[in-house]
């Protein structure tokens, strides 16, 4: 790691890497610093586990890079985490150290017996030009670099390691899809979240771009100051790429519809997403990005009848007008134990905005019935994800969990391939429903999909509500509801509907995805209008089951 940082240092020495609201730092002064920093933290042996605690920042950045070249692990823990979590996983990983931001998190006040040394971010920091340099480092031939923490969707704590190879793979294979230039500014809110994988940190570096940091107190409000924050900094530094979770997304241009002066002049791509995102999401950023309004508010409208693709490219196209360029719209499918994103989707490989795109670098993706058994890539089976490649990590740090298999990852995620590799995403195996009287288990995307082709829809969640199958409805505005409950009435893929709510936004959780419970406690409490379908008892069609042709 150290060689790289040492390779890329000269390679794009005067270039800009790191960019706050009040400082730039060049990559030959990042690569200065982070030897600074190794010559202070020394004294950690090869493979020692380095916890931070607190937002990201330049300095974070810098520390980041200074443990890996050190060969040791670098373990960001997110700091808004509940106390007794944040306790429970440090006794569990025993660190060397434990590096905090004092300004957003007291590690005293939670663990006042400290078994482990512990300093703050500042301490780290001060008198650093004075700073011995710290330039020999342990050969290893794949160290483990970083850990990240996740849930996933089972709620169960896991800590995925990643190795140097794998990081280094991957970000070449992204930066191979979607190079950056020395032009590039790239905005990302979550970046303490990225700290660990390959993009965007190295992917940038590989690249020669930029990273734009947003206010450390701008993390917390998305309807709030934060977007106000997060549009001026953009504003200022000229974004070119902006990656966002759906969320963030849709505050950012209902932000920018309200404050248009605030709108960076011109982005080249913006990357969103993962298997949740909507692609009404895309029509409504598309309507703000671009200022032909009359054109996409009549897109909003028609766009059922046009075809899942033909809005990418009048998005570019319009752009291309107004701007002299093309923005591309991207949505990525990731996997933390596959560093970070897995499968890319834009317009330029051929836009599938309800697919998830085509993996990247070495990756090979597959999937298999419930026996293990592939099916083939035709477009129409379904089964359980899975994939092989360099990129994969090496297994995880909590003890008695399964590590990886070392030829493939098996995810939890279903999905159909296409015979040109391209892979649509059809929701989680944990996520099939199962209704009482009904033998095969019910895939709710496809019903969501199916729901989705009716005039006035902007978008459906299909889920088990009291033991019959639900779906919450965001329709356009002006859309009849009567008309919409009578063609889900006369559809006979929908017959298992019971009920149905309508919706004018649905509620997120703070990384993205829809909030179901809220929805079902919002149903419950009578707050949304909720319309009782006399569905017809028939039994699912064998079309709708798992792993069938559908």
């Not at 512990?118 to 670099?145: G, H, R, W, Y």
């Not at 970000?171 to 990302?188: C, I, M, V």
């Not at 734009?212 to 709030?224: D, H, K």
């Not at 505005?477 to 004018?504: H, P, V």
């Amino acid at each position: 790691m150290f060689n790289w940082l040492q390779e890329k240092s000269r390679q794009f020495s005067d270039r800009i890497y790191l960019l706050d609201p009040t400082r730039s730092v060049t990559y030959k002064e990042n690569f200065e610093t982070i030897k600074k920093i190794m010559g202070r933290l020394k004294s950690i042996s090869p493979q020692g586990k380095v916890v931070f605690i607190g937002p990201g920042s330049i300095e974070v950045y810098q520390l980041y890079f200074a443990v890996t070249a050190l060969n040791a692990i670098w373990i960001p823990i997110d700091y808004r985490f509940d106390r007794d979590f944040i306790n429970e996983i440090l006794t569990k990983l025993e660190p060397s150290l434990v590096i905090y931001d004092s300004t957003f998190f007291d590690l005293e006040s939670i663990l006042p017996n400290l078994s482990f040394q512990n300093t703050k971010l500042t301490t780290i920091f001060q008198n650093l030009a004075s700073q011995e340099e710290c330039i020999f480092v342990e050969e290893m031939s794949d160290p483990i670099i970083s850990a990240y923490l996740t849930s996933g969707s089972t709620g169960t704590c896991k800590i995925v390691l990643h190795r140097l190879k794998a990081t280094l793979e991957h970000a070449k294979a992204t930066a191979d899809r979607y190079p950056f230039t020395a032009e590039s500014r790239l905005f990302n809110p979550r970046h303490i979240f990225h700290v660990s994988g390959a993009f965007p940190l190295t992917t940038l570096m590989e690249c020669g771009g930029c990273i734009v940091i947003p206010a450390s107190t701008s993390y917390e409000n998305l309807n709030g100051e934060s977007m106000n924050d997060w549009a001026d900094v953009m504003f200022r530094n000229n974004v070119t790429h902006a990656s966002f979770f759906p969320a963030e997304m849709y505050a950012y241009t209902r932000f920018i519809a309200r404050s248009p002066e605030l709108k960076p002049p011109k982005f080249q791509r913006i990357t969103t997403g993962g298997e949740v995102i909507e692609f009404t999401d895309l029509v409504s950023t598309a309507r703000v990005f671009a200022e032909n309004r009359y054109l996409y508010d009549f897109l909003w409208w028609v766009y059922p009848y046009l075809g899942d693709g033909i809005l990418f490219a009048l998005f570019n196209r319009v752009y291309e007008v107004l701007y002299n360029q093309t923005v591309q719209i991207t949505t990525t499918y990731g996997a933390t134990e596959l560093i970070c994103n897995a499968i890319a989707n834009d317009s330029r490989s051929g836009p599938d905005p309800r697919g998830s795109g085509i993996a990247l670098g070495s990756l090979k993706a597959i999937i298999v019935d419930e026996q293990g058994k592939e099916l083939p890539h035709d477009g129409i089976s379904v089964g359980r994800l899975e994939f092989s490649g360099d990129s994969i990590a090496s297994g995880y740090l909590v003890p008695n969990e399964e590590v990886l298999h070392p030829h493939f990852y098996r995810t939890n995620d279903l999905a159909a391939i296409s015979p040109n590799g391209r892979v649509t995403f059809y929701g989680r195996v944990d996520d099939l429903i199962t209704l009482p009287g009904i033998e095969n288990k019910i895939n709710p995307v496809i019903l969501q999909r199916e729901i989705n082709k009716t005039p006035g829809i902007q978008a459906s969640i299909v889920f088990a509500h009291h033991n019959k199958l639900h779906a919450a409805i965001k329709i356009m505005a002006g859309a009849n509801q009567d008309t919409i409950i009578q063609s889900i009435k006369n559809n006979s893929k929908l017959s298992l509907i019971a009920t149905t709510s309508f919706w004018e936004v649905f509620p997120h959780l703070s990384g993205g995805k829809t909030d179901k419970k809220s929805i079902m406690d919002s149903i419950d409490q009578g707050k949304a209008p909720t319309i009782v379908i006399d569905s017809s008892e028939q039994t699912l069609n064998s079309r709708m089951s798992f792993c069938n042709i559908f």
